[in-house]
């Protein structure tokens, strides 16, 4: 894991600050348990919140399968919102072009598992 509890609680305090309560929440248990769901709700929490349309319920509850752009209307510029937040809470570094590949929600979560915690697989 890359942030410890004590940085986490400054970050969300700092960062996710107007978001959800319940993103910061996920990302301070996530801190203290390093679990790859608490990373998920994360994750798609920041990227619900960047939606310029959200889906009525929690991306956590759609299927792995949805389409950022088709299903979601994910444009260009959620992406890097969603994306440079993402990095700066979990001080990593993605690059552009795997990004590129990204276009589901399961391909979402593989993307920051395999950074974050260095699964291979998505363990939704």
């Known amino acids: ?14 960062k996710l600050n107007g978001f959800p309560p319940a993103v910061a929440e996920s990302y301070l248990a996530f801190a203290e348990s390093g679990e790859a ?4 709700h994360v994750v798609l929490g920041v ?23 088709e299903d979601l209307g994910c444009d260009s510029l959620t992406m890097v919102d969603t994306l440079f937040l993402a990095e700066s809470l979990f001080n ?10 990204v276009s589901t929600l399961d ?18």
């Open 1 to 14: 894991m890359t942030i410890t509890p004590a940085e986490a609680q400054l970050s969300a305090s700092e």
């Open 37 to 40: 769901t608490r990373l998920d």
């Open 47 to 69: 990227l619900q919140f960047y939606l310029a349309q959200p889906p009525p319920q929690p991306l956590v509850e759609l299927p792995g399968t949805t389409r950022l752009v």
């Open 92 to 101: 990593i570094r993605l690059a552009d072009d795997e990004m590129a590949r």
């Open 107 to 124: 391909d979402l979560r593989g993307h920051f598992q395999r950074h974050i915690l260095g699964h291979a697989e998505v363990t939704a």
